[in-house]
């Protein structure tokens, strides 16, 4: 049990759409990450926040945005869905803030985005 | 590019008899490793982890190994149980900055009763 969940499990959209998911990290983890998994593949990294700012971002459109709230509550936004965008999309908890060290990264359940 | 691979898609081991996953990566600047394991519907949910100032950690049925001048990285699991049966991620990053994940695609695990 580690504590992070995500809604919805899955969704369905059509393209061209917006659509919105929401994370529930651990209590006290200051830094949420977010992950796309496509079927047969590991997950790649979306972008990553620590109290509220963008810490990083990979290799993804502007198209996917993102929120932390200071309740531990995080969004991913994505516009303009494409067929592609189908995934598996994860957020990831972790401490966050501790330069230098390793830091341990716990997962939710997932959201299962369909793209029609 | 891809900076961290697991080059075995699937592996069948008796149950009782151990297991051993390999991974390996290309860039020099990761130092923290990481394996996941992940069930259908489910997370990837920790395993086990392991600093580059280290070559092997221990807990319980898990041990990873880690050879730096090989770039590579090992997940031994002993006794295997039909439970472990799941898909393994080994996962690398760096220790500053963005603490970004980069995966491996994976293994299938499967143990025979």
């Known amino acids: 049990e580690t504590g992070v969940t995500q809604s919805p499990t899955h969704l369905i959209k059509t393209r061209g759409q917006q659509v919105t998911l929401r994370c529930s990290s651990q209590?006290?983890?200051?830094?949420v990450s977010w992950y796309q998994q496509a079927l047969g593949q590991g997950p790649q990294f979306i972008f990553q926040y620590y109290r509220e700012e963008e810490n990083g971002r990979g290799n993804f459109p502007p198209r996917f945005s993102g929120l932390q709230f200071p309740n531990y509550s995080s969004e991913l936004n994505v516009n303009a869905l494409e067929l592609d965008d189908s995934a598996l999309y994860l957020c990831?908890?972790?401490?966050?803030?501790?330069?230098?060290?390793?830091?341990?990264?716990?997962f939710g359940p997932g959201t299962r985005l369909l793209v029609l | 590019d891809q900076q961290v691979k697991q080059n075995s898609p699937s592996l069948s081991v008796q149950e009782g008899r151990i297991s051993i996953l390999n991974c390996d990566y290309t860039n020099s600047m990761f130092d923290y490793f990481l394996w996941y394991k992940k069930y259908p519907a489910e997370g990837p949910t920790f395993l086990i982890s392991?600093?580059?100032?280290?070559d092997k950690n221990e807990d319980g049925r898990f041990t990873v190994f880690l050879n730096k001048s090989a770039k590579h990285l090992s997940l031994h699991i002993v006794p295997s149980q039909p439970g472990d049966s799941a898909v393994y991620f080994c996962a690398a990053s760096v220790a500053s900055g963005t603490y970004k994940y980069i995966f491996g695609t994976g293994t299938r695990l499967k143990v025979l009763a």
């Open positions: 209590s006290g983890h200051n830094t």
């Open positions: 990831a908890s972790s401490l966050g803030g501790l330069a230098g060290v390793g830091e341990t990264q716990y």
């Open positions: 392991i600093s580059s100032i280290k």
